[in-house]
């Protein structure tokens, strides 16, 4: 099979297109034919070496698969050959999803929402995944609280938006100007513009002085430094987002902040929950860019360059087709 492979850590040059062999089956587990993946920022640490202790070189890399299974082990009896399904590999425990075979263990797979293409389905595994478990698992968001969601053009702010008002939430997100009204359509009730407003300020003023109930942060940084400045008392604050460095979190105190740190676990249980939203219409994919499984080097570039693109939600990969769809770069 053709399988992209880092090679070794560094720029998006690093990998390489080759032949490999086609992984087995084990009693427990399926083998996929995989028709769609997506690049996360995830994908880019490792490409790095962020976590270079934890992948061994050569390695096949990626975290969202898409596809028809193939062949299912001994004691498999949840799914069948042929059937449609979506999941993300187990994360630093093997081979990933930047291939046209996968072999994954059958409690990480879900059925693919029958409403959605290979390519949709691929954009939302492990995005969705986060998602569930920081907003409902972790913050346990419910009816009529207030969330900020940062970064909500964003591949986890995208989705994040559209789950937090299938909750019954109110959404206020932080974007920029010209993706304000791209936002809305997500189903935010409000958008701040980081670029020319403090964000602290304008939580402050939308919710009358209350603040808000969670705060979902994609950025990190500064941005987890003051984020407590924008809660009500007994807020939460979910972070998807290493800390590269330390961090004066005493504001969180003030407030009688909880603060949960995600790296998300992946089970077919979350799959499930999220196709349920997906396949009532509400949750939907966000996909800003497609490109064939031999650009993923490319596809990289975009994501880490994404205001320069202007890019909007997720990058996706073609396994089976040649489809490419990519903005075009500003200057």
């Known amino acids: 099979m053709k399988a992209v492979v880092l090679s070794r850590f560094g720029g998006a040059d690093a990998f390489e297109l080759r032949d490999v062999p086609v992984p087995t089956v084990g009693p427990t587990q399926v083998r996929v034919r995989v028709h769609a993946t997506a690049i996360n920022p995830l994908d880019v640490q490792i490409r790095r070496g962020d ?12 975290h969202d698969i898409s596809g028809v299974i193939e062949e299912i082990g001994n004691d498999v009896t949840e799914f069948r050959v042929g059937e449609e399904v979506y999941y993300t590999p187990k994360i630093f425990g093997g081979a990933g999803s930047y291939a046209e075979q996968h072999v994954a263990d059958v409690e990480l797979v879900g059925r693919k929402p029958e409403n959605l293409t290979h390519l949709e389905a691929a954009s939302l595994t492990l995005v969705g995944g986060t998602v569930w478990e920081s ?21 986890v702010g995208s989705i994040a938006i559209q789950v937090a008002k299938a909750m019954g939430a109110r959404v206020i997100t932080t974007a920029k100007a010209a993706d304000h009204e791209f936002v809305r359509t997500l189903g935010a009730d409000e958008a701040i513009d980081f670029a020319s407003a403090d964000y602290v300020d304008a939580v402050s003023e939308l919710t009358g002085g209350e603040g808000v109930d969670v705060v979902l942060d994609t950025i990190g940084g500064d941005t987890l430094t003051r984020s407590p400045l924008t809660l009500a008392d007994g807020g939460r604050v979910v972070t998807i987002v290493d800390i590269s460095e330390p961090q004066n979190l005493i504001e969180a105190w003030g407030k009688n902040a909880a603060y949960h ?18 396949e009532r219409g509400l949750v939907k994919p966000v996909i800003g860019a497609t490109l064939p499984l031999a650009r993923v080097g490319e596809a990289h570039e975009i994501l880490e360059n994404r205001r320069a693109y202007g890019l909007r939600g997720k990058v996706v990969i073609d396994v089976v087709g040649d489809t490419v769809d990519v903005p075009g770069r500003h200057s």
């Not at 799959?271 to 349920?276: G, I, K, Q, V």
């Open 51 to 62: 976590y270079s202790d934890d992948v061994p070189l050569p390695a096949i890399t990626g």
């Open 135 to 155: 907003l409902v698992t972790r913050a346990q968001l419910t009816v009529g609280e207030t969330i900020l969601i940062h970064g909500g053009a964003g591949g």
């Open 261 to 278: 740190f995600v790296f998300t676990r992946q089970n077919s249980g979350k799959l499930d929950a999220l196709t349920a939203l997906i």
